[in-house]
């Protein structure tokens, strides 16, 4: 197998916002650019940089590629005041609900990806933002948490689906019975078609993404390259004959 290499520069601006019942408020902004380099000589070897801006990518690069991207990251639109405002709907909501205590907290990224294969780039601009709301009932030691995601609208969600979703499941909570369960033998699990696949997809394909693996947000480390993960009945396939990239 010859020789190549692939690199993964990532250049992301995050924000966090959060508001509780007791009106205690959080807020962060962080940013962090960086270089993953993989080349493969009969052998991987792997290095990772921490880089001040994305321009400094160039110096651990063979050669010199345009790494411009037509979008600048700049500031998110994602100012705590106006968010808080916006979703006035959804705190009205929680305030008015009988339970223990809540949490809303509401993120954004904005990353720019560049992946060099060979001496071929491919950039992406990605921007999500999210809203999680916590609520802990009466008598419930873990919180019950409903989530929204999406992207390029900027942090606008269903407020009424959300404050929906809410409500049922506290009061599904409220009327439900505890029946203790105990299990002292192993318990076939039946999957239909696919369903396999999507939780191997979920808790080991993102996984395994250069990206998560980067930003430390995989259980997977760059030490485990090289290293058996999955046990030995398993095959996984990791190349795709019709990936022109």
């Avoid at 509401?106 to 060979?118: D, E, Q, T, Y």
């Avoid at 485990?224 to 190349?239: C, D, K, L």
Wanted: charged residues 30%; glycine residues 6%; aromatic residues 10%.
């Amino acid at each position: 197998m010859k020789k190549f290499s692939v690199d993964l520069i990532d250049d992301t601006y995050s924000t966090y916002f959060s508001i509780d019942s007791q009106e205690k408020k959080e807020y962060t902004v962080k940013s962090k650019t960086g270089i993953l380099k993989r080349t493969f000589d009969e052998e991987w070897t792997s290095s990772s940089h921490e880089l001040t801006s994305i321009k400094d990518a160039s110096e651990f690069l063979d050669k010199k590629i345009n790494l411009k991207l037509k979008n600048q990251p700049g500031e998110l639109p994602f100012q705590p005041s106006k968010i808080t405002k916006e979703n006035q709907y959804v705190f009205d909501f929680l305030q008015s609900l009988d339970v223990m205590e809540w949490k809303v907290i509401f993120r954004g990224l904005r990353s720019r990806r560049i992946i060099i294969k060979n001496g071929k780039d491919k950039k992406t601009n990605f921007e999500h933002f999210s809203i999680l709301i916590k609520v802990r009932l009466k008598d419930h030691r873990n919180f019950i948490e409903v989530g929204e995601g999406g992207g390029g609208q900027g942090p606008k969600f269903n407020q009424s689906g959300l404050v929906s979703r809410v409500k049922e499941i506290c009061d599904n909570h409220k009327l439900a019975e505890t029946h203790p369960v105990t299990f002292n033998e192993k318990i076939p699990v039946i999957l239909s078609p696919g369903d396999g696949a999507i939780l191997f997809h979920e808790i080991l394909g993102h996984a395994l993404e250069a990206d998560y693996i980067y930003l430390q947000r995989s259980p997977i480390t760059v030490s485990h390259i090289g290293r058996q993960i999955m046990p030995a009945n398993v095959t996984v396939v990791t190349e795709d004959k019709n990936d022109s990239f």
